[in-house]
């Protein structure tokens, strides 16, 4: 006859594969030192706590599929994490992330990456992130981002793409190329116009997602959006009178729309010297 084991103990043969250290007060993944030594570990939660880096031996956890970040005090990430072979789901979003390593393009199978409320900008980036050709859904809101840089149609796999509330000015004709993408939220931002391109993606069935209000859009657009919504700016945009008119706008050097105050924003907030956003 034996014992029933207790919640609150572990039989020794029992594998864990996922660990949840959710608003524990960490500050840094030390005060967990035998967490990088469970191969066997496929999700790690360790939102709202603490954390400001993160060692380079999580590369160790060959088997993490999920890594869940959320809400620390991370500034800055190791090279090594883009090695994880089997992570598909990595959410480091509400942290002060102004940089990300070099090489962060090279995860084998992220389909999930969540950057939403950092400090991130174009200059952040290495140049190989827009070529994580596995990825299915990149969140980008809350952000620093002036312009996004064409390489992104090398997300083919692309299904949702998310820049709401960031400094964009322009975005590129290559979005037009990305053709799975079903969700677009470019809303809160400085644009004006719209890539004539971004007309054919198909966001304006039932089932598909394009965001747009909040930008200071030329009159034209917002007359459309004014009476039809979204779906009419796409039926516009599609039009030889816009492509031409876009062309011309191109060329033009109009006013540019001024920067929203983000000096209270989170991620802001400590750990920065001034002027590093």
């Not at 990300?100 to 174009?122: H, Q, V």
């Not at 952000?143 to 322009?170: C, K, W, Y």
């Not at 590129?172 to 799975?180: D, F, K, S, V």
């Not at 809160?188 to 909040?214: A, F, M, Y």
Request: a neutral charge.
């Amino acid at each position: 006859f034996r014992m029933p084991v207790g919640k609150s103990e572990k039989k020794k043969d029992e594998v864990v594969t996922e660990i949840d250290h959710v608003d524990r007060n960490l500050a840094s993944l030390t005060q967990l030192p035998h967490i990088f030594e469970n191969q066997n570990l496929t999700r790690l939660t360790l939102s709202h706590n603490k954390l400001t880096s993160i060692p380079a031996n999580i590369a160790d956890l060959v088997n993490l599929q999920i890594l869940t970040l959320w809400n620390n005090h991370i500034e800055d990430l190791p090279p090594s994490i883009s090695s994880l072979p089997k992570l598909k789901i990595l959410n480091v979003g509400m942290n002060r992330l102004s940089i990300l390593p070099r090489g962060f393009g090279n995860f084998p199978a992220l389909e999930i990456l969540d950057l939403t409320y950092n400090n991130l900008s174009e200059r952040s980036l290495p140049g190989n992130f827009f070529f994580i050709s596995t990825l299915r859904a990149l969140y980008l809101g809350d952000n620093d981002f002036e312009m996004l840089p064409g390489d992104v149609s090398n997300m083919h796999n692309l299904q949702i793409l998310a820049l709401r509330d960031n400094d964009l000015l322009t975005l590129p004709r290559e979005l037009g190329q990305l053709t799975r993408l079903k969700e677009l939220h470019i809303q809160g931002n400085r644009l004006t116009t719209i890539p004539p391109e971004i007309g054919h993606l198909d966001l304006t069935n039932s089932k598909n997602v394009l965001r747009l209000e909040h930008n200071p859009w030329v009159p034209s657009i917002q007359e459309q959006f004014d009476a039809g919504g979204s779906n009419a700016v796409m039926e516009y945009i599609r039009g030889e009178n816009y492509k031409y008119f876009y062309g011309r706008q191109e060329a033009s050097t109009s006013t540019i729309p001024p920067k929203k105050n983000k000096d209270k924003k989170i991620s802001r907030a400590g750990g920065h010297r001034p002027g590093a956003c």
